[in-house]
């Protein structure tokens, strides 16, 4: 089992840029594909993005496609999730979600993930 911590939301103005960070412990970090999921209220979880296991190689939903990005420093067992070009819409709690075990073509589904943190929230008004 690994915990999660995310950090890194707030309150900011559309088109602004948000670094989350989202620390792992408790397993080995390289062999997680971690993910990035949102929730605003009233709607259901949402991926957001993820990196592979090992390989690292990277998904992104088409909403944010082009202005998240994504990156896992196996070093610090840290993975980001760099945002900019921030929009109304994409104000949420974002969480981070790790899976050992997850398949590449179910990396999208929250019930793929046993793994989740406490949540982040992201505000983005003017």
């Known amino acids: 089992q690994v915990q999660l911590v995310e950090s890194g939301g707030g309150l900011v103005q559309p088109g602004s840029s948000l670094t989350l960070s989202c620390v792992a412990s408790g397993g080995s970090f390289r062999s997680y594909t971690m993910a990035w999921f949102r929730q605003a209220p009233g709607k259901e979880r949402e991926f957001v993005a993820s990196a592979f296991r090992n390989s690292g190689s990277t998904q992104y939903a088409n909403s944010v496609e082009g202005r998240f990005t994504i990156s896992k420093d196996n070093a610090k067992n840290t993975v980001y999730l760099q945002m900019s070009s921030l929009q109304p819409e994409d104000t949420a709690v974002y969480y981070c979600?790790?899976?050992?075990?997850?398949?590449?073509?179910?990396?999208?589904?929250?019930?793929?993930?046993?793994?989740w943190g406490q949540g982040t929230q992201v505000t983005v008004s003017s």
């Open positions: 979600a790790a899976s050992g075990r997850v398949i590449w073509s179910s990396q999208t589904r929250a019930d793929a993930y046993g793994n």
